[in-house]
DNA sequence: ACCTGAACACCGTTCAAGT
DNA sequence: ACCTGAACACCGTTCAAGT
């Protein structure tokens, strides 16, 4: 039988999650598919396409949880909404450590189409929540957004480099989530004092 | 007469600057230098060590200015800190659109090598006379590096994107300076409050 | 409709051999 | 010391031609 398109993501998502992103070539992929490069191009425009296919599947993990309308919590108070966004950043955090390079591949799929992924709407939403009007709200899902995806892609590369061998083992291991957790501290304090002192 | 090191450098940098990074392989580089691309590698260890050079002229404009240890300025008071990293952080801004796609270059040389640039250094120094302790005033200086280099990329991709006729030229011109400033005013004004209630 | 074969236009890096 | 020639092991993408 013909090859599928979910075949082909999926096989893709098995190098990314097995190899990393610099193992994810087209011809690579072509090759354990056990087909020529060019079918691929049959079922996918190209690779950045794919690449966006895989950003949603890497990123599917934090897809449930709160929205901005979401009655019944206690989102509805300021106080609130700035929980449900450490909340949803830490569950964004765990999605992208999920995958080998989840956060450079996401970051990629941000740089070329920062609307693609559902992400910033739902962040902004829920800085809106938090009491930020106007442009502020989305202004602060996108310094939200470009501090987490710094933060993990910088630790996945480390990861990858210790274990490729090119770094030794840190000294103090896994204060990665405490330093992650301190900056979006910062950030989050930044935008309750924001919405204390509107004038 | 042979080739230096410096002329490698500084034809590397010009390809940077008015072509952008994708035009800066190492065989375009020894075409413009009218030699073998083997040749390169006699003056340059890879184009790693490369890009890690073009990475410190990059951020060279934004070298001068208030150290940690400065006299003579308010810097000593907590809030005097803020205002000089307020200040820093929008000079390493502006270094960084400087030169085409440099904060893409930075970033790639701050992801393999967090320590080689100094700004982190500096910047935590900053968050030091701010009143943060310990641990974190260099994770606050970490978060601020993911800010900066995340929001200048993306703007930096966005405008290139644009140049090559891929998007339209946006609405509303230009508010990506008021965006930077406002994440920026939310991270610092998060140290501000995390240094008030030390408890 | 779906794929092959083959090409186009590239990469980064190494290294014996030349001068 | 410094460079060439040539190779190695790759890339992403296109497209006529086949089935």
Redesign the interface.
């Known amino acids: 039988m013909p090859l599928t398109r979910d075949q082909v993501i999926e096989t893709a998502f098995e190098i990314l999650r097995d190899y990393g992103l610099a193992d994810l070539s087209m011809r690579r992929l072509a090759r354990d598919l056990g087909v020529q490069p060019g079918a691929l191009y049959w079922h996918v425009k190209n690779k950045q396409e794919l690449l966006g296919v895989l950003s949603v599947m890497i990123m599917a993990p934090s897809d449930s949880g709160p929205t901005g309308s979401d009655p019944g919590s206690d989102a509805l108070t300021e106080s609130g909404a700035i929980a449900a966004l450490r909340l949803q950043s830490r569950t964004i955090r765990r999605a992208l450590l999920g995958v080998r390079d989840g956060a450079e591949v996401v970051?990629l799929t941000?740089?070329?189409d920062?609307e693609s992924l559902s992400v910033l709407r739902r962040l902004a939403v829920g800085f809106e929540a938090a009491g930020l009007r106007g442009?502020?709200a989305?202004?602060?899902a996108?310094?939200l957004?470009?501090?987490i995806?710094?933060?993990v892609?910088?630790e996945q590369?480390r990861s990858g480099?210790i274990q490729a061998g090119v770094l030794a083992a840190p000294a103090e291991m896994s204060?990665a989530e405490?330093?992650f957790d301190?900056?979006l501290?910062?950030?989050?304090?930044?935008?309750?004092?924001?919405t204390n002192a509107p004038r």
């Open positions: 970051a941000h740089a070329l920062p442009h502020k989305g202004w602060a996108k310094a957004v470009h501090y995806l710094g933060s892609t910088e590369t480099l204060d405490d330093a301190f900056g501290e910062l950030l989050l304090a930044g935008a309750a004092t924001t």
